[in-house]
């Protein structure tokens, strides 16, 4: 059983850069065939990808995020780290990390995390 959990700040003030992790257990980051991914909701909308980590390292962001998108991992943790800078009240949201097998497809998710962007 493959469990994921998000931690980071609750609140970050706007211009700074938001950054949360996700500890994975039951299963390594670096197993073949599966992709990390970080997706959020903002409050009264639909789901938002942002962006994975491959089981190799590899990296694939969303267009409308990716100039402040970055999604990091230490295997020695098994975990991944997303960062995004410059952040506006726009990006306040519940942040999820989840398991990605390809498709539309997602096995596996932390319970998400709020997220708000206020001074």
């Known amino acids: 059983q493959v469990r994921m959990q998000e931690s980071g700040p609750g609140l970050v003030k706007p211009s700074q850069t938001l950054s949360l992790t996700c500890t994975v257990s039951g299963g390594s980051i670096t197993t073949d065939y599966y992709y990390w991914s970080w997706i959020r909701q903002p409050p009264g909308k639909g789901l938002e990808w942002i962006g994975y980590i491959g089981y190799s390292g590899s990296t694939y962001y969303s267009p409308t995020l990716e100039s402040r998108t970055s999604i990091s991992r230490d295997t020695s943790k098994n975990q991944f780290t997303l960062q995004l800078s410059s952040v506006t009240p726009e990006d306040t949201a519940v942040y999820y990390c989840?398991?990605?097998?390809?498709?539309?497809?997602?096995?596996?998710w932390g319970q998400g995390t709020q997220v708000t962007v206020s001074s």
């Open positions: 989840a398991r990605f097998l390809g498709g539309t497809q997602y096995d596996y």
